[in-house]
């Protein structure tokens, strides 16, 4: 089975701060990792995604994420937060059957 | 290139009204799918289409929604009739593969059932 937990639903970090945002998964199958970011009124938006080659994925704005395989985990980071990062984000994992499994998501406030 | 747009942005009905979703693709774009968030719970996957093909409805809820694809363009969601727990928001995505390939999404249809 599937599925994805995202720890902490609201998160909030200075500017300037580092963002950590955490992703565990569980997958019956080696799996493919997403992150999404929704801004307020637009759709989701794809940040970076794991597809079994590098571990550490870069994406945009910034971000990265480690797949770690003995952890389960493909936490996101950006070292330093800007007000802009204000947003919802959301973990994805597919088997790869057709479907995603989303986390909860975390919105993350960022302090001036 | 146009991104993935979904109509109306925001419906409010009362229970036992109908409402249908229309999502618009990514021109090219085979796969469609249809998720479904309720407020402060995860993103579910409802439905997949290739072309006007439904490969996948395992996360339909029941038999009051029908999802469409006819041509293989735009896609409708109907649901009839509403009721209130069918509140939420709902995405459609696209993508050009299917399997492990980006999904795009739109920005979501917010239906609120009264």
């Known amino acids: 089975a599937q599925s994805v937990t995202q720890l902490g639903s609201h998160v909030s970090v200075s500017e300037g701060a580092l963002v950590l945002l955490r992703c565990n998964y569980s997958?019956?199958?080696?799996?493919?990792l997403f992150w999404y970011v929704q801004y307020p009124n637009q759709g989701l938006q794809l940040l970076l995604k794991?597809?079994?080659?590098?571990?550490l994925v870069k994406g945009i704005n910034g971000f990265e994420a480690e797949f770690k395989k003995s952890e389960t985990s493909f936490h996101l980071t950006k070292p330093s937060a800007h007000m802009s990062d204000a947003a919802e984000y959301f973990c994805?994992?597919?088997?790869?059957?057709?479907?995603?499994?989303f986390g909860t998501g975390t919105s993350l406030t960022v302090i001036p | 290139e146009a991104g993935v747009t979904q109509f109306p942005s925001h419906s409010v009905i009362e229970k036992g009204q109908t409402v249908t979703l229309r999502c618009d693709p990514i021109?090219?774009?085979?796969?469609l799918y249809w998720y479904r968030r309720v407020m402060g719970k995860e993103i579910k996957f409802l439905l997949h289409?290739?072309?006007?093909?439904?490969?996948?409805e395992s996360g339909m809820p029941n038999n009051r929604f029908l999802a469409e694809r006819t041509g293989g363009t735009y896609s409708t969601l109907k649901v009839q009739p509403a009721e209130l727990e069918d509140s939420g928001v709902y995405f459609c995505?696209?993508?050009?593969?299917?399997?492990?390939?980006?999904?795009?999404f739109g920005p979501g249809t917010r239906l609120t059932v009264l």
């Open positions: 995505a696209s993508s050009q593969l299917r399997g492990t390939d980006t999904q795009y």
């Open positions: 289409f290739v072309k006007e093909s439904k490969q996948d």
């Open positions: 021109s090219g774009h085979d796969n």
């Open positions: 997958s019956s199958v080696p799996p493919y």
């Open positions: 794991y597809t079994s080659a590098a571990t």
């Open positions: 994805a994992v597919s088997p790869g059957s057709n479907q995603f499994y």
